[in-house]
Nanobody, 122 residues
Framework: QLQASGGGLVQAGGSLRLSCAASERTFSSYVMGWFRQAPGAEREFVATTSRSGGSTRYSDSAKGRFTVSRDNAKNTVSLQMTSLKPEDTAVYYC?????????????????WGRGTLVTVSS
């Protein structure tokens, strides 16, 4: 099971740190991803990290502002978001993929947690 937390209301230019806790004992066997879904929009890729955390990928909108990291000892993955913009407002989801390679595609992730809402005010 995956549980995302850390969402909230923040002003534009501010920062938030999202966390996702996994109950799976073999957490390090999963590629982890962050996705988001804005109102009326499709769910979209934000960031992903490899099993070890040594490799990461970002969407163009997240690059340079967001940082994904994981702690396999604590079974957690985090998304540090800075310089937030109103267009970052969305429900953010963490997801897990039991494959070797990272992926930016929603359908490549087998497990999803409940999202956490991030609202960025202008």
């Amino acid at each position: 099971q995956l549980q995302a937390s850390g969402g909230g209301l923040v002003q534009a230019g501010g920062s938030l740190r999202l966390s996702c806790a996994a109950s799976e004992r073999t957490f390090s066997s999963y590629v982890m991803g962050w996705f988001r879904q804005a109102p009326g929009a499709e769910r979209e890729f934000v960031a992903t990290t490899s099993r070890s955390g040594g490799s990461t990928r970002y969407s163009d909108s997240a690059k340079g502002r967001f940082t994904v990291s994981r702690d396999n000892a604590k079974n957690t993955v985090s998304l540090q978001m800075t310089s937030l913009k109103p267009e970052d407002t969305a429900v953010y989801y963490c997801a897990a993929r039991r494959q070797l390679s990272t992926s930016t595609f929603i359908y490549d992730y087998e497990y999803w947690g409940r999202g956490t809402l991030v609202t960025v005010s202008s």
